[in-house]
């Protein structure tokens, strides 16, 4: 007892008691006081209900040594309010999840956690919603499954007036509409068959086919549809047959129609129309035997003849005309003959090939044609060989002569015609080979051998513009000479700039590629390695891991010396080490563990990551400790269901940006609580204003917001007291109009009894009066 002990204590010290004996007691009484102070901070916590509060002196109480006993009502108090925000919380999941399983299993644990009534009743109005979704549900499936097309219409009425899923209407709205449609292809299908119409027929197949009707169900329609369009296929075959006038297909197309049972009558015309093709074939038949055999003795005569008959049969000109054109051309082609004969005679080209135009005309013999074609030929080859003589001589090209000579010589012409051109010839040789002799020494690219070959051509008269050619192959071996000088030393030197115009200077003055291989080679190597060299630097002052890795390995391949490398390492180092933090750094934030995020942020800035990666951190921490936040604020408020702590919950959530679903239950939460409030007040201006339609509707307003019974029994008492002061103003206003004693007696009790104000009662007194004075003044007349 921290009083006794205290007023021992002072009791002590007015003794005279040693101060290592006082220690102890002062030491006992202040723990006493701290365990005394935590009892009434456990008992006010207890009574207020405040879970953090009770959290905290617990945690207090234990640390300054409460008795188990002490702390055990606490302790289960915070148990029993951790069910019941859990039940809470799974009946808010599972209605807004919509699970029906989910519900029903959270209603269960709520009544056992010990939740109201009141708290369980969406939950249980949700399940009995469910339940009438779901009959309705499976009503609608038997009717499916029955291909009931009354019943299933009325169960998706009745599955649309509770709610059934929009997925499920629409299937089954789907289904119905497809019976329907199915039962009118059939009936259009019969209908069809009974028309025996092949257009009727073919859209209704095709309309059934389209709604889905079986193959048994199309069967009849299809074979019928068969057989007219066979029918009509026959009949369309028999007049192209016709028209066409071709034995053969009329043959056939008469033979078809038999089969697919068209009669006599039907076929009457074809069959009149194939006994005259067949008069016409015989006489076609003879005309093209005779145009076969014209070339025997009497085959002119006989195509005359079968030409004379053909007409009369009547065949078409183009069949006629044929034969006549074959007859013409025999007689063409023994002219053409003759021609071609006189032409090879004289082996004259022009008239060689008019007489094989001719006779191509006239369809002479292949083989006296090609003699012809090969007798022109020769004569054109000899026209070519005497030009082209003419042209070498003109032009004095040796190359050109000897040319010209040959070809002659092949060609057939004479020596006489070739001694001109010969003798040319030799006279040019000379020159050509000492040209030759100087471009080989232009060629060696050696100033000397050109010299001495430029004076053999000079003595030899060879053109001054062949010999310019000489004086520019000195000019170009010489600066090809300094070119192979310059491009030793740059490679030498292995300056990037100094190789780089060496080489521009060698490729101007014309040196070959090979020549230039080991300088573009090294240019090639000192620009990778200065590549190299940018990027690494590049990498480094942009601390990009990956750049620097790449640079490192563009720089080994290179061939850079590690003294160079060294550095970049080094950073790599450094930011791999960074990257690793910056990494754990964003998984601790991914994890949404407030004592990861902060450990993670420690190591970060201790190992230097950029402060931008840290204060992203230390904002998602702080984020995420506000969010959590809210849900235990939101939580609190759920569970006192107070407007002003929902309100205060829903504002700080919003505050900190937090969306998840508990903000949207304790909007929903405070939404049904205003509204209550609303109603209820909205109800109490209602009972105050005492008009029986206005609490009425209020009164309706309230039942639909489920306002406190103590309330609509007011309401219903004050609506019950407003109709009773109507009825009575009516009634005095009746008695009034009426004005018999009796009825306004009457009706004056009642409006007193309804509790009108006097104001009110006064007409029908001062009537009543009147009435009174009005007898009584009748009475004194009558005596």
């Known amino acids: 007892d921290a009083t006794e002990l205290a007023n021992v204590l002072a009791a002590a010290e007015a003794a005279g008691v040693s101060e290592g004996e006082l220690h102890v007691a002062r030491t006992a009484l202040a723990a006493e006081v701290k365990r005394q102070k935590a009892r009434e901070e456990l008992n006010g916590a207890l009574r207020d209900e405040s879970i953090d509060g009770l959290h905290d002196a617990i945690s207090r109480g234990e640390e300054v040594g409460l008795s188990r006993e002490e702390l055990e009502h606490g302790k289960r108090f915070l148990s029993d309010w951790q069910k019941k925000a859990e039940a809470r919380a799974n009946l808010s999941a599972a209605i807004s999840a919509e699970d029906i399983g989910r519900t029903r299993a959270a209603v269960k644990a709520g009544e056992r956690a010990g939740l109201s009534a009141a708290e369980l009743e969406d939950a249980r109005r949700f399940l009995g919603t469910s339940d009438r979704k779901a009959d309705a549900a499976e009503a609608i499936n038997d009717a499916i499954h029955d291909r009931d097309v009354q019943r299933l219409a009325q169960a998706i009425a009745e599955g649309e007036a509770v709610g059934v899923d929009r997925e499920l209407l629409r299937q089954a709205t789907q289904f119905l509409e497809t019976e329907k449609r199915m039962g009118a292809a059939q009936e259009a299908l019969q209908h069809a068959m009974t028309a025996s119409s ?3 027929l073919r859209a209704a197949v095709a309309c059934g086919e389209a709604e889905g009707l079986s193959s048994e169900e199309l069967r009849p329609a299809r074979n019928m549809l068969s057989a007219l369009l066979q029918k009509a296929a026959a009949k369309e075959a028999v007049l192209d047959a016709m028209a066409a006038q071709d034995v053969n297909r009329l043959r056939e197309a008469i033979r078809l129609g038999r089969e697919a049972g068209l009669n006599d009558t039907e076929l009457d015309s074809a069959a009149r129309l194939l006994a005259v093709e067949d008069d016409r074939e015989a006489a076609r038949a003879r005309l093209q035997r005779a145009e076969r055999c014209v070339g025997n003795a009497d085959g002119v005569a006989e195509l005359r003849a079968a030409i004379s008959d053909g007409e009369s049969m009547g065949l078409c000109d183009e069949e006629v005309d044929h034969a006549k054109r074959v007859l013409m051309g025999v007689e063409m082609t023994s ?4 021609r071609l004969v006189e032409a090879m005679q004289i082996r004259d080209p022009e008239a060689l090939e008019v007489a094989i135009d001719d006779g191509q005309r006239a369809g002479l013999n292949h083989n006296d044609l090609e003699v012809a074609r090969t007798m022109l030929a020769e004569e054109r080859r000899k026209e070519r060989a005497r030009k082209a003589l003419r042209t070498a001589i ?6 050109q002569l000897r040319a010209a000579i040959s070809e002659g010589r092949r060609a ?22 000492v040209l030759a002799s100087l471009r080989d020494a232009i060629a060696s690219e050696d100033v000397g051998k050109i010299r001495a070959a430029m004076e053999i051509a000079k003595r030899a008269g060879v053109d001054d ?11 170009e071996a010489e600066a090809k000479g300094k070119a192979r000088n310059r491009l030793a030393l740059a490679v030498k030197a ?3 700039q100094e190789l780089e115009a060496s080489i521009r200077a060698a490729q101007a003055t014309g040196l070959r590629a090979k020549e230039l291989e080991a300088a573009k080679r090294t240019l090639a190597e000192e620009r990778r390695k200065a590549d190299a060299r940018q990027e690494l630097a590049k990498a480094v002052a942009n601390r990009d891991v990956d750049a620097m890795r790449a640079a490192i390995l563009a720089a080994e391949r290179a061939g850079l010396p590690e003294d160079e490398i060294g550095f970049a390492r080094k950073a790599l180092k450094e930011c791999e080490s960074r990257a690793l933090k910056r990494k754990r750094l964003k998984d601790a934030v991914a994890s949404k563990d407030p004592e990861a995020i902060r450990r993670a942020i420690a190591m970060a800035e201790s190992a230097g990551v950029a402060q931008a ?14 969010h959590l936040a809210a849900k235990r604020k939101i939580s609190d408020a759920l569970g006192d269901r107070s407007i002003d702590a929902l309100r205060a919950a829903v504002d700080f959530a919003e505050s900190v940006l937090f969306d998840g679903s508990e903000l949207q239950a304790a909007k929903q939460a405070l939404s049904q609580e205003e509204r209550q409030r609303e109603t209820q007040m909205a109800l109490r201006a209602a009972i105050a204003a005492g008009d029986s339609a206005t609490i009425r509707s209020a009164i309706e307003e309230a039942e639909k917001a489920h306002v406190a019974a103590d309330d609509l029994e007011a309401a219903w008492s004050a609506l019950h007291r407003a109709q009773t002061k109507e009825q009575a103003r009516k009634d005095l206003t009746d008695a009034v109009a009426n004005g018999l004693q009796d009825t306004l007696r009457s009706a004056i009790e009642h409006a007193r009894t309804a509790g009108l104000e006097t104001d009110e009662l006064k007409p029908a007194e001062e009537a009543l009066a009147r009435e009174v004075a009005l007898a009584q003044a009748r009475a004194r007349l009558d005596e």
């Open 412 to 433: 057939g012409l004479k020596d006489n015609e070739l001694v001109e051109a010969a003798s040319l010839l030799d006279g040019e040789a000379h020159k050509l080979k």
């Open 613 to 626: 990666d840290v204060q992203s951190a230390v904002g998602a921490l702080e984020r995420i400790e506000n």
């Open 394 to 399: 003109v032009a004095r090209a040796p190359d």
């Open 335 to 338: 002219a053409a003959k003759h």
């Open 465 to 475: 513009d062949d010999l310019d050619e000489g004086r520019n192959g000195i000019v």
């Open 198 to 200: 092949v257009d009727q």
């Open 494 to 496: 292995r300056d990037i």
